[in-house]
């Protein structure tokens, strides 16, 4: 159901700026757990249910057409992939159903995979080398109709073949050096292939994957229930009974049921302020893991629609924000923090500040960007212009980003107007261009410029995927396509350096704001459960066991 429009006005900004100036940064922590007794030397014990928070409900539950944490929090359990990250070193990639770690050609264009013999489905049937085909062939060639947000980043893959039944082979038309670990991606479940051939959109209602629990309940509104699968090809595994993901969308809940131990842990991200509330509200029943997060909001354009097919527009608007007084003021109240280019902020591929502050929108000199905003805006025509701001009623971090954004192109002339829906009409709205501006998000599982760049490529190219700005350009299809071929580590970094003044500088097509940090505190009874610099790996529950 679609949530009434909401004015920002003088009420919100208010509320934002009595929070920034009240609000303090929480004390820095690492990565590694705290609050909790050390595991190093304890067992895994088998036995009970998990229960944790899902802030919004899947729009449908297909992992190869979504892209929101929504759908691949409560379904990752359910399902396989055919590589997968190592839980206890999230940055390793190795086997799942997959036996080996697929052998490599000479040339690097070819790389055959050996199965798993002893993997079902839930339905008792066996997997096979024909169900990891229907599941590629579908996210990497989908028929027409069939949405795949991620085939851009499969673009060096020219097909697949099944020689036996336990038995795949990936040809490629060039050398890839994110091959390998675009093949775990935490969205690649793999599915039946007798299911796909049943219908291709079955897995968008329906639920029956080879992973460690069993489909048991779905209930709107509610929660969404699964029990252990007895035949999983993983000895011993999973330690759980089963999990309950409760739906609670509003943010003080959220911590209120962690607080009261109703559940015990949201997967996510909480605010500064949430984790000093519940680490003095549990002191002794508290871990807390933070990291920085390949996670960031963009704003988007329905360039389809005047003004917005002028990059003098989309550009006054980027100039007008000051990203860096945005940082301080922002990451004391939610979970956004560093200013940075379409890599992340301290990542391999990410541009340098002195580089990056010479882009549009992130130069400090705050005073002559939004003189040269007001000049756009002019030049165009736009010197009034208004808008519907389209949001996602995800508390965090949308609404305090969003308040920000208007309040700064309150600056420049520009008035815009907060509407805000639910998820799944949210997602909607973007992906069938009714909207004129959102704040959009790319989120993903690895530091890969093949990942982060594909949401870029021609909306065309990639249909009703990631693209939600909705041009074309052929150029920029092909520098990111260049970039993709490039095995130099330097020479690619520079390609990339050139998509980004292209993308965000001049065309100014969609552009990041800030980005996130990730903070999880959580009950310390919950083991074997790692952070990782992404919300998605790692979330199939295989490893996660409760202690007394």
């Known amino acids: 159901m679609q949530r009434a429009a909401r004015r920002p006005g003088v009420g919100l900004a208010l509320v934002l700026a009595i929070l920034l100036a009240a609000c303090t940064q ?102 096979t080398s024909e169900d990891v085909v229907a599941t590629y062939n579908k996210i990497i060639f989908p028929p027409s109709g069939v949405s795949s947000p991620r085939k851009g980043a499969y673009a060096a893959v020219e097909s697949l073949s099944a020689p036996d039944k336990s038995s795949v082979i990936f040809k490629l038309k060039y050398p890839s050096a994110s091959f390998l670990t675009n093949l775990a991606s935490p969205w690649n479940f793999i599915y039946s292939a007798a299911k796909l051939k049943e219908d291709i959109k079955y897995y968008e209602k329906s639920i029956m994957g080879t992973g460690p629990f069993e489909f048991a309940s779905y209930e709107k509104g509610s929660a969404w229930t699964g029990r252990k699968f007895k035949d ?9 009974d089963g999990f309950r993901a409760v739906f609670i969308a509003d943010a003080n809940a959220q911590k209120n049921a962690i607080q009261g131990q109703q559940a015990m842990i949201e997967f996510r991200g909480f605010t500064p302020q949430q984790r000093d509330d519940l680490s003095r509200a549990l002191p002794n029943n508290l871990a807390i893991q933070e990291a920085p997060w390949i996670c960031v909001n963009y704003v988007s354009f329905n360039t389809t629609q005047k003004p917005f097919d002028d990059p003098r527009v ?45 882009i549009a929108g992130f130069s400090k000199d705050t005073k002559a960007s939004q ?56 997602l909607a709205d973007l992906r069938n261009k009714n909207y004129q501006v959102g704040l959009d998000f790319n989120c993903d599982f690895l530091d890969e410029p093949d990942l982060q760049l594909a949401k870029f ?84 529950l295989v490893s996660v066991w409760l202690a007394n």
Do not use: C
């Open 26 to 127: 929480g004390p820095a922590r690492s990565g590694a757990p705290t609050g909790a007794p050390s595991g190093a030397a304890e067992q895994p014990r088998a036995g009970g249910q998990l229960v944790f928070i899902v802030s919004a409900e899947p729009p449908s539950f297909d992992g190869h057409k979504e892209t929101t944490f929504a759908m691949l929090h409560p379904t990752a359990p359910h399902y396989s992939l055919l590589l997968r990250f190592d839980p206890n070193d999230l940055t390793k990639v190795i086997p799942d159903v997959a036996a080996t770690m697929p052998e490599a050609s000479a040339d690097k264009l070819s790389y055959t995979v050996k199965l798993r013999d002893n993997v079902k489905f839930h339905d008792g049937t066996v997997l």
């Open 232 to 240: 999983y090809f993983l000895q011993g595994r999973p330690y759980l």
């Open 314 to 358: 989309r550009r006054a608007l980027t100039l007008g924000i000051d990203r860096w007084a945005g940082s301080e003021a922002l990451q004391k109240i939610t979970i956004v923090k560093d200013v940075g280019g379409l890599l992340r902020p301290k990542g391999p591929f990410a541009m340098a500040d002195a580089d990056l502050q010479k």
């Open 371 to 426: 003189d040269k905003a007001r000049a756009l805006l002019k030049e165009a025509g736009q010197e009034n212009l208004t808008f519907e701001f389209l949001n996602r009623n995800v508390t965090t971090p949308y609404e305090p980003v969003a308040v920000f954004l208007i309040n700064e192109w309150k600056k420049i002339g520009v008035t815009a107007t907060h509407k805000v829906k639910e998820t799944s009409a949210y």
């Open 457 to 540: 490529y021609s909306a065309s190219k990639l249909g009703a995927g990631l693209n939600l700005s909705h041009y074309d350009d052929p150029k920029l299809d092909s520098m990111i396509d260049a970039q993709g071929r490039e095995t130099d580590a330097a020479k690619r970094k520079q390609i990339v350096g050139d998509i980004e003044r292209y993308a965000m500088d001049e065309m100014a097509y969609q552009w990041p704001v800030l980005w996130w940090y990730r903070i999880i505190p959580y009950n310390n009874k919950l083991r074997g459960w790692k952070i990782g610099s992404n919300h998605y790996t790692n979330q199939d």
